[in-house]
């Protein structure tokens, strides 16, 4: 089986080419999402931060001051990473569909270089939650029987024309294979 | 399998909202005592009402289409989902039946995809009227099973290699990782430490002494002696195609799988077993799972001198031979190891201080310990810290020395390990996905790690590289591509 490799998931509506080599960029409203998710998240670390202050006077003793201040350097260090990682995120993601493989590469201070083998595909899931939807974002989970890889906040359009793209590559994959194998069909995994 | 969609039975609306609503009366249960007991009938009701509702609509949203290809599941509710399951992945499909399938007449489908994220529990479980469950399945199962399965596990087995029950004992000892060897060592060191001072203070031991030793045992010993009653009359052999094992004392097992199932093959030694010049072979082989419901990964060999085990990889799996021209780590990564280790060297002396400084003065306060155990006892926590900080150190650079990679022709293998060693030789047809990985420091020096994502006994795993040029890593990714292009890559003979 031979497949020629164009760049397809072309026209997401504020998805850019990035460069020449036929990655892709997200939509800026990733970093919307981000912010959101980040703040909840904030709020939650803040208020476990509000306890502490109000009720470990006693059990802490002669650390209080040490845990306050440590807690007070948590909250410093990661107000700092939400307000800086979504440009940071947003400005690295890049993202390929070919018609043999699936290229993401992303990180904020580790950057991870992603290739999936679209043969070894064996599921595509276009999912979003409530902050996702209200910005019409979704993200594309792709399974392999190693694990999955991610293809986040895309627009919902995009996500779907992606994962029905992925899907029509592996429809296709599979009757090629079902139309050279005239003796059987294709057997189940592991048998 | 008309390609129509279909809704699940909806008596799923029932089963599911009871499912949870027998939550709600044991959450009721446990709160009797802080809530008004008169609110709770009123509580009740209003949750299971609640509850179907909230199914229904499920149950309405999700939709099922069964296509000449594919299966496609599909909820269209606050949390949107669409699941596509080709049959040509599948691994199979079962159907269950439960005391309130009984009751209403239903069935359950369980569709099973070989995908490690789901070794565990079904892909889909979809419930209909029994007798229409049970012709999906028939109709399913023409699609997947269309070939004959043939094992003849009942002939005697004769082994490869003569493992005596000194071999068992040995391997039960020191295959044990060195790590788990070296916490039970020091829980056993704890407890000797507590009985000495009780012994020199005349006061009684405390607890600690106790649960130290016991930890010592359900650490140390219960491991290898689970491991001896295992392999005990330990047989391995290979006819055709396929490998047989034979072992267990108490539980016998007997296991065959095909070569073809093999996705790599593990060469281990923990640092005792090359102290004795030993090492094992294990295989990552898929759906070798027990009656328990837990998986295992097949050993091959176990603890033997190297000449065997070299005679066992070549005779029992050839297939995962080859020619190796290995690759040493570059400079950089030398760098990186050397900061990570400084890093972790600080965390354990920042982490020992407190301790250190606690048993200083317990034992300065024992007037009953003096001369040069005292002084031992004194500083042995500090001397422990600065151990652990050399052995930090060394490591680092016993990993820099031995970390390998090699990409051959049909086969690529990583080396890895300063303490516990591992060769894993691994076929670029199994790898599902490859992960190349670059953090801060690694991306100052030039180097990144790979993680290769392969289904594996226990689910996915992956496998990770030490620190190599990205390029270098990269050309597992375009091997792997080039074989699936060029037609090399025969998915027949893979059982993925």
Known sequence: MSFSSPAIGQSGADEGVAGGDGYRRLNPKCMISMYIGYAISYAVLLAAYLL??????????????????????????????????????????????????????????????????????????????????????GDVTITTAGGDATINYLEIEEAEKVADQLNNLIGRMLQERVSTTPTSHPGPAGE | MSGEKVRCHPTVIVENSLKTFSSVVVFLILLVAAIDTSAI????????????????RQWKRTTIQFNEIDVVVERDTLFQMKKTLP?????????????????????????????????????????????????????????????????????????????????????GLFSVSTYQ???????????????????VAGVQAGGGAMASLLMFVGIQIMPSISLILRYYNYKVYRRGDTVYLQHGLIRTYRTSFSVSR???????????????????????????????????????????????????????????????????????????????????????AAVMLVPSVYVYREVAALTRVIGTPG???????????????????????????????????????????????????????????????????????????GSVYMLSSTGSSSISSGYFPGNLL?????IVMDRIISGKYDYRKNSI
């Open chain 2, 262 to 348: 093999i996705n790599a093959v593990r060469i281990k030694s923990t640092l005792p077993a090359r102290l004795l010049g030993r090492s094992c072979i294990e295989a990552e082989v898929v759906g070798l799972v027990s009656e328990g419901g837990k998986s295992s990964r097949p050993v091959l060999c176990l603890l033997k001198d190297d000449t065997t085990q070299h005679r066992i990889l070549r005779e029992l799996v050839p297939e995962f031979v080859y020619e190796r021209d290995p690759n040493k780590q570059p400079e950089g990564a030398k760098r990186v190891l050397l900061i990570r280790a400084a890093v972790a060297s600080l965390v354990v």
């Open chain 2, 375 to 449: 002084v031992v006892l004194q500083y042995v926590l500090p001397l422990v810290t600065a151990l652990a900080v050399l052995a930090i150190i060394y490591a680092a650079h016993v990993s820099y020395r031995v970390t390998e990679f090699d990409a051959g022709e049909d086969l690529f293998t990583f080396v890895n390990g300063a303490v516990d060693r591992e060769t894993v030789v691994m076929n670029y047809d199994k790898v599902q996905m490859v992960w190349i990985t670059q953090g801060p420091i690694a991306r100052f020096f030039g180097v990144s790690r």
């Open chain 2, 87 to 171: 049959y040509a992945k599948m691994a199979s499909v079962n159907v269950n039946r439960d005391i309130p399938n009984r009751l209403f007449g239903t069935s359950k489908l369980l569709i099973n995809i070989n995908s490690g994220t789901s070794a565990m529990v079904p892909e889909a479980v979809l419930t209909f009227e029994q007798d229409v469950a049970e012709r999906l399945r028939f109709e399913m199962s023409q699609r997947l099973y269309d070939h004959a399965i043939s094992l003849d596990e009942e002939e005697t087995i004769e082994s490869l290699a003569t493992f005596t029950p000194l071999d068992v004992i040995i391997h």
């Open chain 2, 41 to 56: 009938l009123s509580i009740l009701v209003l949750s299971l009402v609640a509850l179907l509702l909230f199914n229904y």
């Open chain 2, 474 to 478: 990269n050309s597992v990714n375009k």
């Open chain 1, 52 to 137: 502490l202050r109000t009720y470990s006077q006693e059990f802490l003793g002669s650390s209080y001051d040490l845990v306050q201040y440590a807690a007070l350097a948590v909250l410093a260090i990661a107000l700092v990473y939400i307000v800086a990682a979504p440009p940071v995120y947003y400005a690295r993601y890049r993202y390929q569909i070919t018609a043999d493989k699936v290229d993401v590469r992303y990180g904020i201070l580790v950057i991870r270089h992603i290739l999936v083998p679209i043969e070894r595909v064996h599921q595509v899931e276009v999912s979003r939650g409530p902050i996702d939807t209200m910005l019409g974002l």
């Open chain 2, 181 to 199: 060897t070296i916490l039970g060592a020091a829980f056993l060191a704890y407890s000797a430490f507590e009985l000495y001072i009780s012994t």
